[in-house]
């Protein structure tokens, strides 16, 4: 049996997300579609990097039941080099305008670790969710920023910046470190006023094979922090180095694994293909009902 039945929780979580001025549900899993404007992304880099594909590519997010469109505009997979504010801005910007202007109703996140980037993002389009792969050890004003405009907050673990992040990374115990690091930072964001936090476990950011595998295999560990998780496994090398194939090769493992993280918890599946991440979340829905 894969669900117990009655099988009652002893915490209590946060299941909505303040944005816009609207309490977005998540009691019921969603998918979060990811829009990558770089020519360097380790799947999809140059694939949208005019206004038309863009813009195809947001229309697909949505007609497919994607809930919220993730925008990054400077790749950040292990051994990726950094660019400068200026360029990822000039990337991103346009991709945001135009996304804001097709789609006014979509629920939009930013895929930055920089403030003036969010600045002036949200000086453009108002409200968006912060997803921030360094949880906020990047920029020391983050938190400071977040705090002040109101936005919510995908607060992510991970070990170094993208081109050393993967030298070898070592941890005694990943999931009682990557625990420890979300609570303290889960702290100073609620110190400052932050109340619409999402937790990211960082699946592939400064973590081998193994610690991936531990972490998701514990999922249900990040319960303790009544928030909502977000799992964003989509084609990694956790899947496709396992299995010896390659990136393109590999979103039947995709689903394998977004389907265990459903079962552990998730409540947002950051994908690149969302049709897919879409009926997963229906069939693994289908099941859990049975359990009530």
């Not at 930013?110 to 997803?131: P, W």
């Not at 295999?217 to 319960?223: E, S, T, V």
Request: glycine residues 8%.
């Amino acid at each position: 049996m894969l669900f117990a039945k009655n099988d009652k929780s002893f915490y209590k979580k946060k299941n909505t997300v303040n944005l816009n001025g609207n309490l977005v549900d998540l009691s019921t899993p969603v998918v979060m579609g990811i829009l990558n404007v770089t020519p360097d992304s380790f799947y999809d880099g140059g694939e949208y990097t005019n206004e038309t594909a863009i813009l195809k590519r947001a229309k697909q997010i949505v007609e497919e039941g994607g809930r919220f469109i993730d925008i990054g505009a400077m790749s950040t997979r292990p051994g990726a080099k950094e660019i400068s504010s200026q360029e990822e801005l000039d990337r991103l910007l346009p991709a945001v305008r135009a996304v804001k202007k097709e789609f006014p109703e979509a629920l939009i996140s930013i895929d930055t670790y920089r403030t003036e980037i969010i600045q002036s993002v949200y000086n453009e389009i108002g409200d968006f969710i912060v997803n921030d792969i360094s949880g906020g050890t990047f920029d020391s004003k983050m938190f400071e920023t977040v705090a002040e405009l109101h936005l919510p907050y995908i607060l992510m673990h991970s070990k170094g910046k993208s081109d050393s992040m993967q030298n070898n990374p070592v941890y005694d115990d990943v999931l009682k470190e990557v625990i420890l690091f979300l609570s303290a930072q889960v702290q100073k964001l609620k110190l400052l006023g932050v109340c619409d936090i999402i937790i990211d476990p960082g699946f592939g950011f400064g973590k081998m094979v193994d610690h991936n595998y531990e972490l998701l295999n514990r999922l249900d560990a990040f319960k303790i922090f009544e928030l909502p998780v977000l799992v964003g496994i989509s084609r990694k090398a956790m899947i496709w180095r396992e299995l010896g194939i390659t990136p393109d090769k590999s979103l039947n493992g995709t689903t394998v694994l977004n389907t265990l993280a459903l079962t552990g918890g998730a409540d947002i599946l950051r994908v690149h293909d969302v049709k897919e991440a879409v009926e997963t979340l229906k069939l693994v829905g289908k099941i859990k009902s049975f359990a009530k």
